[in-house]
Structures are given as structure tokens and as C-alpha cells.
């Protein structure tokens, strides 16, 4: 199994990025995917979350209206663009597959988010 995420960088406060997590490995459609942070000193949290057919979402309130999580299940891809960016937003971003009717979960090795002047 694979999950790798890409997309994140330094960007100015008001900014965008968009993360990628690119998986191989599962059945795609079968997993419920979510995106979590983590910064130096705290927990990892939860960002957001979408249901295995893509028809459900959830957003923690801090990102609401910002962010967006969406997948692509004919690319086995999970995406999280993210606008009005904060330097609260500054964390670790990592990628989780949970399956839908498995205890089964898959973890990215995280892409690093940086959002500073």
C-alpha cells in the first residue's frame, strides 16, 4: 500500500495551496479519506474528512469556509485545497485512508505546509 501526499510549501499569509495524496494499493473507493495537521508541540488533528463515495464531507471549524476536501476515485487521488491561508495553518499535513468496513488504516509520510512572510 501507498499513500504519498505532495503539494505543500512556503506561501505568504492569504495565500493558496493545494495538497495531493496519491494512493495505490486498496480498493480507493472502499476507504474514507480525511487530512490531519501537526504542529511541533501539539497533537496531530483532524482537517477534514470525506466519505469513501465522495458524496460526504466535514471540515473543523477553524478551516471552514478555507478549505475543501475532495477525492477523485477514478485516480485513486485525495485532494485538500486550502485558501486564505493562515500562519495558523503552518503544520505537517498527512493523508489517512480508514476503511469502510475494516479497522484498516493507511498513513502518508506527510507534506510540510509553511505559511509566513
Known amino acids: 500500500v501507498s499513500v504519498v501526499e505532495s503539494g505543500g510549501g512556503l506561501v505568504e499569509p492569504g495565500g493558496s495551496l493545494t495538497l495531493s495524496c496519491v494512493t495505490s494499493?486498496?480498493?480507493?473507493?472502499?476507504?474514507?479519506a480525511s487530512w490531519h495537521r501537526q504542529t511541533p508541540g501539539k497533537e496531530r488533528e483532524l482537517v477534514a474528512f470525506?466519505?469513501?463515495?465522495?458524496?460526504?464531507?466535514r471540515m473543523v471549524d477553524s478551516v471552514k469556509c478555507r478549505f475543501t476536501i475532495s477525492r477523485d476515485n477514478i485516480r485513486d487521488t485525495v485532494f485538500l485545497e486550502m485558501n486564505s491561508l493562515k500562519p495558523d495553518d503552518t503544520g505537517v499535513y498527512y493523508c489517512?485512508?480508514?476503511?469502510?468496513?475494516?479497522?484498516?488504516?493507511?498513513w502518508g509520510q506527510g507534506t510540510l505546509v509553511i505559511v509566513s512572510t
Open positions: 494499493g486498496v480498493p480507493f473507493g472502499e476507504y474514507h
Open positions: 470525506i466519505t469513501g463515495d465522495g458524496y460526504n464531507s
Open positions: 489517512k485512508l480508514q476503511g469502510m468496513s475494516s479497522n484498516k488504516e493507511w
